[in-house]
Nanobody
């Protein structure tokens, strides 16, 4: 069982940056690949970025974002740059048992509650 808690969301102007964090409970964080997804009002949840267990492999939906992890701190990060109003959404952190990153939400078993990101124009 893994519990995930996101933080770092907020209100930012277009063109700005935010860094999201996701802290995981337990001692087995390094056994999970991690991902970030987002969901805007009225839209389906969509893939943002994912990272392998070791951090050696990553996958992205957008090159403005960078995912990283610190297994010693049980934390995964999402650096978001050049933000646009269309990036406004609730951002979710997820953990999955695959060793390599996946773009599919079905590959992830554990989910955080989400953190709101709002980008003003």
């Amino acid at each position: 069982q893994v519990q995930l808690v996101e933080s770092g969301g907020g209100l930012v102007q277009a063109g700005g940056s935010l860094r999201l964090s996701c802290a995981a409970s337990g001692r087995t964080f390094s056994r999970y690949s991690m991902g970030w997804f987002r969901q805007a009002p009225g839209k389906e949840r969509e893939f943002v970025a994912a990272i392998s267990r070791s951090g050696g492999s990553t996958g992205y939906a957008d090159s403005r974002f960078t995912i990283s992890r610190d297994n010693a701190k049980n934390t995964v990060y999402l650096q978001m740059n050049s933000l646009k109003p269309e990036d406004t959404a609730v951002y979710y952190c997820a953990a999955g048992s695959r060793s390599e990153p996946s773009t599919s939400h079905e590959s992830f078993t554990y989910w955080g509650q989400g953190t709101q990101v709002t980008v003003s124009s």
